[in-house]
């Protein structure tokens, strides 16, 4: 999104543009699969804040693509409204609903006092040591039997939204992004029909793997992996921090090491989707279904796409550490997995007509499935991913800091990369000579070039 978004804005200026996609497919975290007959989303899927203050939603709107509300609430705890949950536990029996909110409410008061650990504590700490110092002060607020384990499916619940466990989130900065008005929105036909609009025109390279960055006194080269080579006068790097993480893209000279430790010191997390097809429903008609348990590693959730598509189709989520292990086991396994996990709650459930299985953990093109605010890091590593150096100019969710992991921060950092290096373009050549080549001997290319995994 950050990349298509960058070469978008760059074409509408008229600046010449290539953009060297890694993968055979545009989108990158951005997967709508089509095979089961009709759209899901593999990737991002939600729109975090339905409100004329989200960047996206005016073209999202032009589109006429429908959005089916999950939340009116704006918090990150819920992107779901409590009244659309059914929880149940490992024996198949109902929560009442009573003691989900009540829950709910002692989760909220819990969170409350781990604000005032916050405030008392000068070194940062993970939310889940954050929890221990709140029981051992007050031990009133520690619940037994089963309202301990819904608060496990809650806190299970945080780890989703920060794709990560609740010993690696930042206790400093977990609730430092800005939340959009207008609450939490399902894109009912997929992400997809957005990229492909902003896409339309553009010169998109595709099985094109950047394996090196040279920058030059007078520009940008840039190498693939058959060893084709592009020059330009600025470039965008749009690619995931999992993947800057994992040195895949070599910089000469080096990045400067304020850059280095932004990119080895941000989190990166992984949260799947196991997405099951259904020949018929058989389950409740709420949007989220919610196994309870002594873990929030044994805990799991379903998101149902019935409610918002008409299709039979239950979504199993699972994040962190439980979403690593599941991404060793085959497709099948882990479809069989997430299918056990149903029959728990479900033991009449019929099996499986088709499924489809996310790994965005083990994919060479993302290596996780999006930022956090690691333990003791600062909240500003968003900002410093996202300062260009020289003619390099970096775009993506990672590199947001009012809305990192989100699909609307990915977009506006790729409108401010394209902005800066458009600036910087026109500021060094002057409006007239803007499209003379800038090199010699690989002058087919000009301004400006971007490269994108997402």
């Not at 499924?355 to 994919?363: A, E, K, P």
């Amino acid at each position: 999104m950050a990349g298509i978004a960058a070469a978008h804005a760059l074409h509408e200026a008229s600046f010449q543009v290539v953009v060297l996609e890694s993968r055979d497919r545009i989108g990158g975290r951005v997967h709508t699969n089509y095979s089961f007959g009709f759209p899901v989303d593999l990737g991002a899927s939600w729109l975090h804040g339905v409100s004329k203050e989200n960047p996206l939603a005016p073209l999202i709107s032009r589109l006429g693509l429908p959005l089916y509300r999950t939340s009116g609430d704006n918090s990150v705890l819920y992107d779901h409204d409590l009244e659309s949950y059914a929880l149940f536990d490992m024996d198949g029996h109902q929560v009442p609903q009573e003691l989900v909110t009540k829950v709910g409410e002692a989760f909220e008061c819990i969170l409350k006092e781990t604000d005032k650990v916050r405030k008392e504590h000068s070194e940062d700490m993970s939310i889940s040591r954050a929890f221990s110092i709140v029981f051992e002060r007050r031990p009133e607020l520690r619940l037994e039997g089963l309202a301990h384990k819904v608060l496990q499916w809650y806190l299970c619940r945080m780890e989703g939204w920060f794709a990560s466990d609740a010993d690696t989130i930042s206790l400093k900065s977990w609730d430092q992004e800005e939340l959009l008005p207008g609450g939490h929105g399902l894109m009912v036909r997929g992400y997809l029909p957005v990229i492909n609009t902003l896409a339309k025109g553009l010169d998109i390279r595709l099985s094109h793997r950047v394996t090196k960055i040279m920058r030059r006194y007078n520009g940008v080269k840039v190498t693939v992996e058959d060893g084709t080579t592009f020059v330009a006068d600025a470039v965008i790097i749009a690619v995931p921090l999992g993947v800057l993480k994992a040195k895949s893209i070599m910089f000469e000279p080096r990045l400067p090491e304020w850059k280095e430790a932004a990119i080895d010191d941000l989190g990166v997390g992984i949260e799947n989707k196991i997405v099951l097809h259904f020949d018929k429903v058989f389950w409740p008609n709420v949007e989220f279904l919610g196994v309870v348990a002594e873990t929030t590693y044994d805990c799991s959730y379903f998101l149902n796409l019935h409610k918002a598509t008409g299709h039979s189709v239950l979504v199993y989520m699972p994040a962190g550490q439980l979403a690593r292990d599941i991404e060793k086991m085959s497709d099948e396994a882990a479809a069989d997995f997430a299918f056990m996990q149903l029959r728990k709650i479900l033991p009449e459930a019929s099996a499986p007509i088709q499924y489809l299985v996310s790994r965005w953990g083990t994919d060479i093109n993302t290596l996780g499935s999006y930022s956090f605010d690691a333990v003791g890091k600062p909240h500003d590593l968003y900002e410093r991913l996202r300062i260009p150096v020289d003619n390099l100019f970096f775009a993506g969710e990672a590199t947001s800091m009012s809305y990192p992991g989100s699909i609307h921060g990915a977009f506006s950092t790729g409108q401010m990369a394209a902005e800066d290096c458009r600036m910087r373009v026109l500021e060094r050549y002057g409006e007239l000579d803007l499209f003379q080549p800038v090199m010699g001997e690989e002058a087919s290319l000009s301004v400006p070039l971007l490269i994108s995994r997402l």
